[in-house]
T-cell receptor
């Protein structure tokens, strides 16, 4: 158990809809990362937050947004969903200081139908 | 920018065979290097890490040495087991523009057969 909790584990929704994925980081970690894993694109970095502020941005679509709340949990919002958004979405957390490793949650499997 | 290149898979080995998965990187500054493992249906787990040149990370019989001169971090295991079947990701962490995101390779699937 990494200590990172993601909910829900599975999500099935229709095209055009909006969903919210939730992540609780390990106790004491200030930084949260979101990654998308699909068969054809591999593991893609989406965005990083540190103590509530956006720290780094990767290949995140404009239809996607995220935030980190004062209690340090994070949410990833995906809107106007398309079939191609079907993927595993991982959250990871770290101390955020220096070049440290990150610890991953179990992921949310999103299926858009 | 930072990047990680690892060997294509799948790699298929017999039990007790020697494993090498190659990983090379490009980074500005002095990154930390990691190997993660993903078992079917699970998230990524940290397998081992090295934070400076010539450091050797090791865990569960796996080893990797941080080679700055060749910008490499190859994963090795002397005798693989069926339970080692998984996808292995090489990654680096470097400070860039205020963030320290992990950059991953594409992953190498390992299949170990009896």
């Amino acid at each position: 158990d990494s200590g990172v909790t993601q909910t829900p584990k599975h999500l099935i929704t229709a095209t055009g809809q909006r969903v919210t994925l939730r992540c609780s980081p390990r106790s004491g970690d200030l930084s949260v990362y979101w990654y998308q894993q699909s068969l054809d694109q591999g593991l893609q970095f989406l965005i990083q937050y540190y103590n509530g502020e956006e720290r780094a941005k990767g290949n995140i679509l404009e239809r996607f947004s995220a935030q980190q709340f004062p209690d340090l949990h994070s949410e990833l919002n995906l809107s106007s969903l398309e079939l191609g958004d079907s993927a595993l979405y991982f959250c990871a957390s770290s101390s955020g200081r220096g070049r440290t490793e990150a610890f991953f949650g179990q992921g949310t499997r999103l299926t858009v139908v | 920018g930072n990047s990680v290149t690892q060997m294509e898979g799948p790699v298929t080995l017999s039990e007790e065979a020697f494993l090498t998965i190659n990983c090379t990187y490009t980074a500005t500054g002095y990154p930390s290097l990691f190997w993660y493992v993903q078992y079917p249906g699970e998230g990524l787990q940290l397998l081992l890490k090295a934070t400076k040149a010539d450091d050797k990370g090791s865990n569960k019989g796996f080893e990797a040495t941080y080679r700055k001169e060749t910008t490499s971090f190859h994963l090795e295991k002397g005798s693989v087991q069926v339970s080692d079947s998984a996808v292995y990701f090489c990654a680096l962490s470097a400070l860039t523009g205020g963030g320290n995101k992990l950059t991953f390779g594409t992953g190498t699937q390992l299949k170990v057969e009896l």
